[in-house]
Each structure stands twice: as C-alpha cells, then as structure tokens.
C-alpha cells in the first residue's frame, strides 16, 4: 500500500539516516546551501486535516516543512493553519488569484494582497507558491508579467526562484512521482532523469545513495491517508458489495 502516512515517516527517516537536513523552502532561499538538503514542500489543495496530520509526522521527527494553503473555503480552516505554525512550519499562500478573479489582472493582485495579510496573520509569509489546477483556464503565474511579488515583501516562488539542474524536483501529482504525462502545470526542467516506481522505491534510492544533494518533495497531503481509515472503507465496501451479491444470488436462485 502506496501513499500511507507510515510510508511518508519511513521516508523522512531514511532521508535523516543519510545526513540529509530538512529546510523549508524559506530557509533554503535565505540560508546557506552546503551540505545534502531536502525540502519539504506541501500544496494543501484538498482535506486540510490531511496537512495537519503530516505536519504533525514531521514535527515529532524535529523536522519543519512548508505548508503551502489555497486560501478556498473547503481548504481555508484557521484552526488548522494556526496549529500547524505552532508546530514549528512555513504556512504560505498557495495562490490562485487570476483563477478566482476569472482573468482580472487588477482584482487578481488585489485578491493576492489582502490574502497574504490573511497569512501573515499566522506567519511572517515570504514565499508563495502557484496553484496549478490543470483543469484551470488561467495560468496563476502569468500575475507576475504585470507585477512583482517582491513589491509585497516576497522573496520567492518555487517556480521561477529555483535552479532545478541543482535541485531534484520530485511531485506526487497524479499520485504516481514525477509522472509528466499526468501533470499539466506542475512541471519543471529538471537536470535529472531519475525514475521512481513508488515511495518504497524513493525510499530505497535514498538509501542506496543514489539521490542528489539537493532534492525538493512536493507532497499533496490530501493523497496521503491513514490505512486505518482506508481499510476501514474498504471493509465497509467489500461488505456491502457481499450483501448486494447475496440478493442477486437469492433473486436467481
Ligand atoms: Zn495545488
């Protein structure tokens, strides 16, 4: 079983066991880059429980990620955002202005503008990522051909601020790592060709060294659940079918 909470913590402790340390995309635009780093990146599109849960993984393991949160109303809970902060993490704008404002430039930095005091209500936000929603018309990112976000105290966006023939880009868009024919927008020009068949598997080139000495991971929280829960669902539904079986069996018999 792929995509389980238990498989991300395996992983984060691999990753420490090989001498890696742990940014947030922050830290790693302001601070030194020597030695082997991985940053954590999470867009909360969905389920924002999800991000909480995660967050919570890592923060018991003394690491801090960066919580990127699209500010609609299923994924904007304050609850939730002001708990993950207190554990320590990045929370920033997972931006989709053009897209709410349906392609006005001027209400779109407007949008962006007091959004980000929603943030900043919570952490000091300097970076903001895009949301990239391939079923979108807008490209969130085309804002920045008529403004900067360094006129609103921004110092970066994973998109245009990141050498990525350096760093290894690797996503769970499409649930699938690195899948470039699922993901539409969620792309980059990656130095590296390094094919991931599965977590277990990125958990073992991670073990084996075969990993770069910069890497960012951008998780989708929502993707990752706990198998409890999912074997639970699963019982539930075996059941049910069991039962429909049985009255199509008794209506033939
Ligand atoms: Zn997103």
């Keep these: 079983m792929d995509y389980t909470l238990a498989t991300y913590k395996e992983l984060l402790i691999t990753i420490r066991a090989q001498g890696y340390i742990f940014q947030t995309f922050e830290d790693f635009i302001t601070g030194e880059r020597s030695g082997k780093t991985v940053i954590l990146r999470h867009d909360v599109d969905r ?100 403004y900067n976000y360094r006129d609103y105290g921004i110092i970066a966006e994973p998109y245009f601020d990141v050498d990525y023939s350096r760093v290894f880009y690797i996503t769970d868009t499409g649930r699938a790592w690195n899948n470039s024919g699922i993901s539409v927008r969620d792309k980059v020009n990656s130095g590296f060709d390094i094919p991931i068949e599965s977590t277990s598997h990125l958990i073992r080139l991670f073990h084996d060294k075969q990993m770069p000495g910069q890497v960012m991971i951008n998780t989708h929280p929502h993707r990752w659940f706990d198998p409890g829960l999912m074997w639970c669902r699963e019982l539930v539904f075996q059941n049910l079918k069991n039962v429909v079986k049985s009255i199509i069996v008794k209506a033939n018999g």
């Excluded at 003394?62 to 002001?82: L, M, P, Q, T």
């Excluded at 779109?108 to 079923?135: N, V």
């Design 47 to 146: 389920i924002p429980i999800n991000a909480l849960k995660m967050a919570r993984i890592e923060s018991e393991q003394g690491i801090s990620a960066s919580y990127f949160f699209r500010v609609v109303r299923h994924v904007w809970n304050e609850d939730i955002i002001r708990k993950v902060a207190g554990l320590g993490h990045e929370i920033a704008y997972h931006y989709e202005d053009l897209t709410i404002t349906k392609g006005d430039y001027q209400q779109a930095i407007d949008h962006f503008e007091r959004q980000l005091h929603r943030f900043r209500r919570f952490y000091p936000s300097k970076t903001i990522c895009m949301h990239g929603s391939p079923m979108a018309k807008w490209d969130n990112r085309k804002l920045w051909e008529r």
